[in-house]
């Protein structure tokens, strides 16, 4: 059974910084796309970004030059930097892996 857990979501100021990690079990991690979505109230949950099992990533417009993706196989853990948050990043921020599975989601809120 696929499990995933977030961690290290919380309020922060504007311009600050936070760090999500999520960490996976159940599957056989390496060999998975990974990635962060999020849903801010009222929205429809958003790609943030994601990373193949090659470590090739992609983002969001709105997170570009601001937000990191990257992975550590022998953890089983996947993790988003997040720099220069801004209060439109306040959101729900789930992990995926595989496109399939999802963990139970990280509150980030940015506010002053």
């Known amino acids: 059974q696929v499990q995933l857990v977030e961690s290290g979501g919380g309020l922060v100021q504007p311009g600050g910084s936070l760090k999500l990690s999520c960490a996976a079990s159940g599957l056989t991690f390496g060999s998975y796309a990974m990635g962060w979505y999020r849903q801010a109230p009222g929205k429809e949950r958003e790609l943030v970004a994601t990373i193949t099992s090659g470590s090739s990533t992609d983002y969001a417009d709105s997170v570009k030059g601001r937000f990191t993706i990257s992975r550590d196989n022998a953890k089983n853990t996947v993790y988003l930097q997040m720099n220069s948050l801004k209060p439109e990043d306040t959101a729900v921020y789930y992990c995926?892996?595989?496109?399939?599975?999802w963990g139970q989601g990280t509150q980030v809120t940015v506010s002053s």
């Open positions: 995926m892996m595989g496109y399939r599975n």
